[in-house]
């Protein structure tokens, strides 16, 4: 017997957990649909961090309560529990290859601070996910685990899920199932979307490393001929910290890049007595964002809609404005994108037209033009130390508003290094990724 719903989230992230768990305290009749067994097992990467802290970030000013644990999101006005716990980041260290460390905040001062200033918070995302699938059973919502959802249908009233076990019926979809999201491709949103390429991943956990702060989230940025962005994020629950070797190049083989690190690297010593804990990866296709993710009563969420990631905190934010929005178009009988505009009008107010996607990925990009030997140089400008700041879209504008006063000389020391720092800065988004573009067409055209 097919069954039927006010509305069926799909993926249980953040964002879907978020989603459920809101709809189920709506009082909607609703299910979550999981294709993991064990909802709490990350195996795709994350650095598991909640940012940022100490600014605005998708138009919310997030504060945690340090006497419960409750992280809460006072410009949209709700707060959750943290399952798990987390751990404060008071800094964000940019080592170069040869060891150069460029600092954004004072780990060591805030630790000895009563009231340490942070930058974000690291968190066990299992376990804070597995809570929120609790709270949202518990509000009674059927929980789907281990279910995949291989198609959707648009019916008359409503949609059909189809699953590889079962159908479901539902006014509405909020599809949260990721950045490879196959409803997104499913309703046809991805046609017009621009591919930059696939963001490649090989993570492993490691207990016993020394050497990076566990305070503070710690890159260090490779560059040609070994382009690789290696992403260092503390546990929140114990000792440890999770390293990601994150790359675009398909041809290049990860699991070396972190052996390099581990065994060849400036920073090999610290791995001497690490232990490995665990085992992640991720390959993500890079898309530009949907402006408006809504169609046949499938609204879009978290990653699902914008490009690789709309961080942990934003897919949060996301699944509650869904939920929300749903509901608000449910009560007044109001099936359609106008009955969801309030869910619509926030992500474009807070993501689209608020960041730009080009400015986040870009990131990744310095490693294919500069050479290691050039991040080496170039970093070695930035001496002095900056203060906390973790905004993937806007860290980097703080080295830019060095650059005048380090352009001359470097162009008269190093003058190969300029066009490099000018294409980086000003070169349009798909010139700057065109073999990255051409390398994915390939692939997944295969
Ligand atoms: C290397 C790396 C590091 C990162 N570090 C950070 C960080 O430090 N901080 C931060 O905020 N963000 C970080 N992110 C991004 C963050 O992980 C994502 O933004 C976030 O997890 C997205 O949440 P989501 O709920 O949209 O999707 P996901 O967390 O991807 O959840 C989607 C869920 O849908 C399920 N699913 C997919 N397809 C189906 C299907 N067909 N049927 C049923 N279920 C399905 C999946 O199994 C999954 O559980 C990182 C990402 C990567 C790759």
Redesign the pocket.
């Known amino acids: 017997m097919t069954k039927k719903y006010d509305v069926v989230v799909?993926?249980?992230?953040?964002?879907?957990?978020m989603a459920a768990k809101t709809a189920g305290e709506n009082g909607l009749k609703a299910a979550l649909?999981?294709?993991?067994k064990d909802?709490g097992n990350m195996g795709?990467?994350?650095?598991?961090?909640?940012?940022v802290m100490n600014e605005y970030y998708f138009g919310e000013r997030m504060g945690i309560n340090t006497r419960d644990g409750r992280l809460n999101f006072p410009v949209n006005g709700f707060n959750i529990k943290l399952h798990g716990g987390y751990k404060d980041l008071y800094a964000y260290h940019i080592y170069a290859p040869n060891g150069h460390r460029v600092t954004l905040g004072d780990a060591d001062h805030e630790r000895k601070q009563e009231n340490p200033h942070r930058i974000a918070l690291?968190h066990d995302?299992g376990a804070l996910?597995q809570g929120l699938v609790e709270e949202a059973a518990r509000a009674g919502v059927d929980v789907f685990d281990g279910?995949?959802?291989?198609n959707i249908k648009k019916k008359k009233n409503g949609v059909s899920v189809i699953?590889d076990k079962d159908t479901l019926n539902a006014t509405f979809v909020i599809a949260?199932?990721?950045?490879?999201?196959?409803?997104a491709d499913n309703v046809g949103f991805n046609k017009d979307r621009e591919l930059l390429g696939l963001?490649l991943?090989y993570?492993t956990t490691f207990s016993g490393l020394k050497g990076f702060d566990p305070n503070a989230?710690s890159q260090i940025l490779y560059g040609m001929p070994d382009p690789a962005f290696i992403?260092i994020?503390p546990l929140a629950g114990q000792d440890g910290f999770h390293v990601?070797a994150?790359g675009l190049d398909p041809a290049i083989n990860l699991e070396k890049t972190m052996k390099r690190v581990m065994t060849e690297s400036t920073f090999a010593p610290w791995f001497k007595d690490a232990r490995v804990i665990g085992h992640h990866a991720?390959v993500?296709k890079l898309y530009s964002p949907i402006y408006e993710p809504y169609k046949d009563n499938v609204l879009l969420?978290?990653?699902?809609c914008?490009t690789?990631?709309?961080?942990?905190?934003?897919?949060l934010m996301?699944?509650w404005r869904a939920a929300h929005s749903v509901t608000e178009a449910l009560l007044e009988g109001n099936i359609s994108k106008e009955g969801v505009k309030s869910y619509l009008d926030w992500w474009k107010r807070s993501y689209c037209d608020t960041y730009n996607y080009a400015s986040y990925v870009k990131n990744f990009i310095l490693s294919y033009i500069m050479t290691s030997d050039d991040i080496d140089y170039f970093l070695g400008h930035f001496k002095k130390p900056f203060p906390g700041k973790l905004n993937a879209y806007t860290t980097f504008d703080v080295l830019g508003a060095e650059l005048p006063n380090v352009l001359p000389k470097m162009a008269v020391e190093r003058p190969t290094i300029i066009p490099k720092i000018l294409a980086f800065n000003m070169a349009p988004i798909n010139v700057l990724f065109a073999d990255q573009i051409k390398a994915a067409q390939a692939i997944l055209n295969a």
């Open positions: 799909v993926g249980a992230g953040p964002a879907g957990a649909v999981e294709r993991k909802i795709r990467s994350c650095c598991m961090m909640l940012l690291v995302k996910v279910t995949n959802v291989t699953t949260a199932d990721g950045v490879n999201s196959r409803i963001f991943v993570g989230f992403g994020s990601v994150i991720a993500e969420a978290g990653d699902a914008w690789q990631e709309a961080e942990n905190t934003g897919c996301a699944g």
